[in-house]
């Protein structure tokens, strides 16, 4: 007998849960279906299956150009952040020093700020200093969100690897570097590539921040924003929206699956070289 | 004689590992420490500095001036728009009820995947979070074409009959319930998650306890599992709150006039407006809001249930 749910129970909240799924889904799904609707109003009644609306965006410059900026902020919002976010993360899971809480909550704390109080802070500073808005300022106001996703995908890994393997290959005479370099680097190299693509698809997707201080070069969502004062252009605009959504689902499940059987595998591989290494000193010690 | 070799290698990185670890400490974390600090915390003490004039930016801004925290706490509208503390509790109730929705429709699905779903949890828990991945605006724009006058719903309605050609159902778009609407509907998926992870490191064995010693289902749950989730359900309602607390997106694009918040307000004085002392002070404010509902419900929250 199961203590959580009756057998009446069970049905109900299956009912529950696709219930949930079709909510969740049918939205995206019919704004899929009418993005082939041939017809300038994406709605009913249906004038016929066209794919016009996915060939219009070729010619539209500002949109690829648009496309062009997202695409440079996110990779250099995804480069900086999972740069920033490995030292940080060994620092915060390796190492003890004062005042770390205090630390690892400010890392944490872009967190739980509202997006339209850090663009308009941002966009304070940057006017403060009198640095000239662009895909760079964006980039870094993305970074500050970005890093910590990246931190919080890099830890439970880091945490993962036993100390041991790092204390094995500093017994054997490595260097701080080189121990980075050979043992942790390639073991963390899953996470890396998680943090990396989360942060890149929070730059792509990022509006609010990217609204304030991105300037007249504007990113994607900041476009597509700006566009929907114009009705003729939503039927374009929402084809380039739905190409972008089928690819962006593609990398997450593939990574979340990937991060998925890495982490078994890591289990299977440090598991055993921890045992080893930690039988090994217990012997000798 | 091996034995002793060993030992002699053991222990040398051992002094010297321990000298350079200030060194270390700060080499490893100071450049993102450095970065948080500039680009976070140095611009939130600007915002607030900037709202009482110690700077001026742009030709409106009044020097070392309380004038903009008088304009939003004292005169109930601007520029014809209503301002300041309506729209603040107008967000308030909004972000409230939104959160509130989201928890109710996403704890018994939480619940079922992690205590009755079996081995494949983790593949239907992704089929809740996927649309969470998913572009935020894509997500919006889908409402706006459903819920729209002349958009599917309404125009399917007419085709069937239930509404006449001529006549729209007002209520559902540019308003606040097309803002709640959408506003649970984007965050539902998050909102799972953490749910999910408290639910799933409950010890089974404890309802089996519960349940041997006479206890209903219903007293199970009442007694023992839900406030067991209570730091889940915590951890969801604040990280739904916080995020639309600020929200101007989707009330721009499906709630018109009707659907009007606070963060539009902030959004537009610096966009359309030009006074970005009282949006400032309006920032100020917010995040002052949200700071003291972190510190009611800060103990509770564990960062790591939203992002694993």
């Known amino acids: ?285 | 004689m091996a034995a002793e070799h060993t030992g002699e290698v053991l222990a040398a990185p051992r002094t010297r590992r321990r000298r350079g670890t200030a060194k270390v400490n700060l080499g490893l974390i100071s450049v993102p420490l450095l970065w948080i600090v500039l680009f976070f915390l140095v611009p939130v003490v600007l915002v607030a500095l900037y709202s009482v004039g110690v700077l001026t930016l742009i030709s409106y801004d009044k020097y070392l001036s309380l004038q903009a925290w008088r304009d939003f706490l004292h005169s109930s509208t601007y520029l014809g728009s209503p301002l300041g503390r309506g729209l603040f509790w107008k967000s308030m109730k909004m972000s409230l009820g939104v959160s509130i929705t989201c928890v109710i429709l996403a704890y018994p699905v939480a619940y079922m995947l992690a205590l009755v779903a079996g081995r494949r949890k983790y593949t239907l828990l992704l089929v809740i979070i996927t649309p969470f991945l998913t572009s935020y605006l894509l997500r919006v724009l889908a409402w706006r074409v459903l819920l729209n006058p002349h958009g599917v719903i309404q125009e399917a309605l007419r085709g069937i009959g239930v509404l006449g050609d001529e006549s729209i159902l007002s209520w559902m778009y540019n308003s606040i319930f097309a803002v709640y609407l959408v506003l649970a509907y984007a965050w539902v998926p998050f909102v799972a998650l953490p749910i999910f992870v408290a639910l799933e490191s409950l010890d089974l064995q404890m309802l089996e306890a519960s349940s041997d010693l006479g206890a209903s289902r219903w007293t199970t749950f009442r007694r023992v599992t839900l406030p067991m989730s209570m730091p889940g359900v915590i951890a969801a309602f604040v990280f739904v709150f916080i995020p639309t607390i600020g929200e101007f997106v989707t009330p721009q694009i499906v709630g018109g006039k009707g659907g009007y918040l606070f963060g539009n307000v902030i959004q537009s004085s610096f966009s359309a407006s030009f006074d970005w002392q009282l949006g400032s002070a309006m920032a100020v404010f917010m995040l002052a809001a949200v700071t003291i509902l972190l510190a009611i419900f800060g103990r509770y929250l564990n960062v790591r249930t939203v992002a694993e």
């Open chain 1, 1 to 285: 007998v199961n203590p959580a749910i009756s057998k009446g129970g069970r049905r109900t909240l299956w009912i529950a849960f696709w219930f949930l799924v079709v909510f969740l889904y049918a939205p995206i799904v019919i704004l899929i279906i009418f993005s082939f609707n041939d017809s300038e109003i994406v709605s009913f009644p249906w004038l016929g299956f066209t794919l016009r609306w996915y060939k219009a965006f070729v010619h539209a410059p500002a949109l690829l150009d648009a496309l062009q900026t997202s695409l440079l902020v996110a990779t250099m919002t995804a480069v900086v952040a999972t740069a920033l976010a490995i030292p940080a993360s060994i620092a915060l899971v390796r190492r003890r020093f004062f005042g770390k809480g205090l630390v690892s909550g400010l890392m944490l704390a872009p967190l739980v700020i509202p997006l339209v109080v850090l663009g308009v802070s941002l966009l304070i500073l940057f006017n403060a200093i009198g640095f000239p808005l662009g895909p760079i300022t964006a980039a870094i106001g993305h970074v500050v969100i970005a890093m910590p996703f990246a931190i919080l995908t890099m830890v439970p890994r880091l945490e993962r690897i036993p100390p041991a393997l790092e204390e094995a290959s500093r017994d054997l005479g490595a260097t701080a570097m080189n121990t980075f370099r050979l043992i942790t680097f390639p073991l963390l190299v899953p996470a890396l590539i998680s943090a990396f693509l989360i942060s890149f698809t929070i730059s792509f997707d990022e509006l609010v921040i990217a609204s304030f201080i991105v300037g007249d070069q504007v990113t994607f969502p900041v476009y597509l924003y700006s566009q929907l004062r114009l009705p003729e252009r939503l039927p374009m605009v929402i084809a380039v929206a739905v190409l972008i959504l089928i690819v962006s689902v593609i990398v997450v499940v593939a990574s979340e699956v990937g991060r998925f059987l890495s982490e078994r595998r890591l289990e299977a591989q440090t598991g055993m070289a921890a045992d080893e290494y930690g039988s090994l000193r217990a012997g000798k010690g």
